[in-house]
Nanobody, 117 residues
Framework: QVQLVESGGGLVQPGGSLRLSCAAS????????MAWYRQAPGKERDLVAR???????NYADSVKGRFTISRDNAKNTVHLQMNSLKPEDTAVYYC???????????WGQGTQVTVSS
């Protein structure tokens, strides 16, 4: 069973940047499309960005041009570079497979991102 550990969150001012990381243990990671999701208080978990095994990417409209997803298959890691952060980006960020609900790995603890002045 693959385990996911997210890190890199924190408190940042509007306009700032953060780089999130997701480390996956176990086998099979390199064969899966991976994604970052986020869940704000009182809201459902939403897809932020995804990346295929070959590096193809797709983003939610709300983060296009500001966020960049990448992966390192040799290190079993997925990253999310977040620039020009806005208060509405505040949420707990999780990584997992895509599409959601299809052979999904166990969810990690997530990493909190708070954008506030």
């Amino acid at each position: 069973q693959v385990q996911l550990v997210e890190s890199g969150g924190g408190l940042v001012q509007p306009g700032g940047s953060l780089r999130l990381s997701c480390a996956a243990s176990g086998s099979g990671f390199i064969y899966r499309t991976m994604a970052w999701y986020r869940q704000a208080p009182g809201k459902e978990r939403d897809l932020v960005a995804r990346i295929t095994t070959g590096g193809g990417t797709n983003y939610a409209d709300s983060v296009k041009g500001r966020f960049t997803i990448s992966r390192d298959n040799a290190k079993n890691t997925v990253h999310l570079q977040m620039n020009s952060l806005k208060p509405e980006d505040t949420a707990v960020y999780y990584c997992n497979t895509y599409p959601p609900g299809y052979q999904t790995y166990a969810w990690g603890q997530g990493t909190q991102v708070t954008v506030s002045s």
